[in-house]
Every structure is written in C-alpha cells, then in structure tokens.
C-alpha cells in the first residue's frame, strides 16, 4: 500500500512539472520541502535573494535558482535527496523538475526578522524574507558590491510598497554598523515621497 504521505508528494511534483510560471514552480517547491521538514517535526525555511525578489516584484526580476535561510543542514539535504535533488556543487538540482537550490546562510540576521507566509494551496505554504529585510539586502549590495541591478531593485520595491513598509524598522536595519546604507535608504525615501 502507497502512503497517503508518498502520494501527496507525488501529486505536488506533478502539480510543480505542470505550471508555467517559474515564480509559482519554485515556490511550490519550496513549499513542498517546507512540509516534509515540518513532518518531521522541523521550522520551514524562509525564501531569500533572488526568489523572493521575484516574489515581491511580481516577476518583473527573474531568478534561475531558489535561495534559502536554513540551519539545519543535514534535515534540509534528507529531504532534498527525497524528492529527487542531487547535491552539485554549492547547489542541490533535480533536472526532472528543472530547479535548483541553494542554502547559503543558516538564519536571518535579527530574532524579529518579519517574514511573508504565503499559501500556495491548501497545506501548502512557503515563508519569504520581509520586504524590509529584502530592501537592506538590496541596499548593502547595491552599495558594497557596486550591483547596480540590486539599486534598482531597491528603488522599484521602495516606490512600489512605500505606504506599506515598516520605515521605523528599515531605519533601524539601515544603520546597523554591518548594513550602513541609512543615506541610501533616506535617498530612496525622498524620490519615493516625489
């Protein structure tokens, strides 16, 4: 007899293999990996980088790959190896779904980290980084790797949700010595208010 859990899986790989949005076939994915680790008695991983700039821009920024904040490393490979992903280099791919994903840092930076719960489908969901803890990503590298892609993107996600951010937050964040963008934030504030 096939477990009901087996099964459940198998009809998200399929619902994942027959959606033609790349934006909504990473994000299932990253949902089904959140509920075998929760079935295991595990937190969820919380989407970060570029997948979740595409998340929050509505695609207008694509992604090839699917980053997540997780710390525990050997329950997040066990349930990659499961659903068919092999370990290639920093990445863990599985070629039949066409995703790839990488786990570059164990935890957001701060306990109050806000983070976006989103339902895919019923019992299925995902976590995504806050848009402020988006936005002081962008900044830092739009700032301390030169990333003029990643100024852009701040800018847009700053003019596209400026009445729904945090701001007391953002400052905060912005001026903590390992982030120090508060300029930039306070020049993006101003064309904002334009």
């Known amino acids: 007899m096939v477990s009901l859990r087996l099964m459940d899986t198998t009809r998200i ?11 909504k076939r990473q994000l299932l994915a990253v949902g089904l990996i959140s509920k075998l680790l929760e079935e295991r008695g595990k937190s969820a991983p919380i989407v970060i980088g570029g997948l979740a700039l595409s998340y929050y821009t509505r695609e207008v920024y694509f992604t090839a790959d699917i ?3 997780y710390s525990d490393r050997e329950a997040i490979d066990e349930v990659l190896k499961e659903i068919g992903f092999r370990k290639k280099g ?20 701060g306990e109050e980290s806000p983070v976006e719960v989103v339902e895919l489908e ?14 002081i990503d962008r900044l830092n590298a739009c700032k301390h790797w030169k990333s003029q892609v990643d100024c852009e993107m701040a800018e847009l996600l700053i003019l596209k949700y ?13 001026r903590l010595p390992e982030n120090d963008v508060f300029l930039e934030l306070e020049e993006l504030r101003k064309k904002a208010r334009q």
Do not use: F, H, Q
Not at 122 to 135: A, H, Q, S, T, V
């Open 13 to 23: 790989i399929d619902l994942i293999k027959n959606t033609e949005s790349p934006l």
């Open 90 to 109: 920093r990445y863990w791919v599985n070629e039949n779904l066409e995703i790839a994903v990488e786990v570059p840092v164990g935890a957001l930076a």
């Open 162 to 174: 400026r009445g729904d951010l945090d701001w007391s937050y953002l400052e905060r964040r912005a």
């Open 67 to 69: 980053d997540l904040a």
């Open 122 to 135: 019923p019992g299925l969901e995902c976590r995504i980084i806050g848009l402020e803890d988006l936005i």
